[in-house]
């Protein structure tokens, strides 16, 4: 059985903790977030750490105990040092210009795709635009703008071209067989 709820929360120099009922705000060098604690689950600030303690034992407490400690480490992690998502293009031709807070895409389709970024997400392009860098502090948003921008051009079952994130692996079928 996993105790991740138990494990303390450690807060590096710089992070200060607001608790309020229902809310904990997270501030930190790189900004400002808020985690939400539901019922049943208390936060405590003993030094350098955050321990959250459950009222019992029972299954949803078990659970939102942990999700909670993991809420809440991703934040101070995220304010403290913040969070980077890599995607790269593949694809003869295939590139992403980032304009402001815009990336407008060539993705061999009849027109420029061109996504807009939430507010709190910042992007820059490397090697010849093939590389999209994804910044913030939001651990969850982050991953949410990296899965809709690789929605835009899915890495292809047979050659592998399209959006895919760093270190993805493709497996490519193989083509039709020559016939007789």
């Given at each position: ?26 501030k ?44 809440l ?34 993705l ?22 093939t590389?999209i ?24 079952a ?18 039709k067989?020559?016939?007789?």
């Amino acid at each position: 059985m996993s105790r991740i709820g138990y494990t303390p929360v450690p807060l590096p120099a710089g992070v200060e903790l607001d608790i309020r009922p229902g809310v904990v705000g997270v501030k930190g060098p790189k900004g400002r977030l808020e985690v939400p604690v539901p019922d049943g689950i208390t936060v405590k600030v003993d030094g350098s750490e955050a321990k959250l303690e459950r009222r019992n034992d029972s299954k949803p407490q078990r659970s939102l105990h942990g999700l909670t400690r993991a809420l809440l480490a991703n934040a101070v992690h995220g304010v403290s040092q913040g969070y980077e998502r890599v995607l790269e293009i593949v694809g003869t031709g295939y590139r992403g210009e980032v304009k402001g807070n815009k990336i407008v895409f060539t993705l061999g389709y009849s027109h420029p795709v061109e996504f807009e970024l939430p507010e709190g997400i910042t992007a820059r392009a490397e090697e010849r635009n093939t590389v999209i860098i994804l910044q913030g502090i939001d651990k969850q948003k982050i991953g949410q703008v990296a899965a809709d921008i690789r929605a835009l051009r899915k890495p292809d079952a047979y050659k592998g071209k399209g959006i895919r994130y760093r270190g993805e692996r493709i497996s490519l079928k193989p083509g039709k067989a020559a016939g007789k």
